[in-house]
């Protein structure tokens, strides 16, 4: 997948975020934020380790950017 792309699904879990809440879609640092807390509570709900999938991912991001930040 592209980075556009990534930025692309990206946004649409914000928008859909908003549409579930009954706000309008955002791409600020809170709506950032509200989405990581929300994966955050999926995370407990599924048994799953949300520290290591933090972790994993941004292994993945430093590997697609060549390292950058």
């Known amino acids: 997948m592209t980075p556009m792309r990534r930025i692309e699904a990206a946004r649409a879990a914000l928008a859909r975020a908003a549409w579930t809440r009954g706000t309008s879609p955002a791409y600020a640092e809170d709506q950032v934020i509200d989405l990581l807390v929300d994966i955050r509570h999926l995370c407990d709900a599924a048994g799953l380790d949300y520290t ?18």
């Open 52 to 69: 290591r999938c933090n972790y994993l991912a941004r292994g993945h991001y430093h590997h697609e950017t060549g390292g950058a930040s």
